[in-house]
């Protein structure tokens, strides 16, 4: 919520100066959507890109989340990558998606979909996700069910990921 009250302070002040439109990857795919779309409405254009909500009618820049992330996990299998560990966001657009692509390569591939090798990290709690990884791979190594590989949803899950691996020495 926070985030989402300085994203349109930040929108108002561009709107304020006069700009001629607005680039914008929003804070989440819900966030300041009904603003956004009534500054397209009025006289400046809006274009978001990345956080795409497809609900809202203005101008849009992005990729077929699902359709990608079937296509990642795919390049995992063919590398015999089978117990793959999915971090995704709890109820995010963008990372349900991807979860469905992910699930998709899967069930393709006859590899059916373990939920013990999904974990939801609330993305609102930035402070807390660090906590949850970890954890989540702390459990997977003691019960003798570590994964192979690590489908991260969002870059700011594959860059916590990264680093808490490369603290762990794995």
Known sequence: KIMEEYEKKCIDILYSKGVDGILISPVSDRANLNYLEQLHHSDCPIVIFDRINNSVNTF???????????????????????????????ANGVTNERLTGFQEALKQNKIIFDETLLLRCDLSQIQIVEQQI???????????????????????????????LAQQKI
């Open 60 to 90: 849009k820049i992005g990729i077929d989340n699902k359709k990608a992330a079937k296509r990642a996990t795919q390049e995992l299998i063919d590398r015999n990558y089978r117990n793959i560990l999915h971090i995704t966001g709890l």
């Open 134 to 164: 970890l954890s989540k791979l702390k459990e997977l190594e003691k019960e003798q069910h570590r994964p192979d590989a690590i489908f991260t949803a969002t870059d700011l899950l594959t860059n916590r990921t990264i680093g808490l």
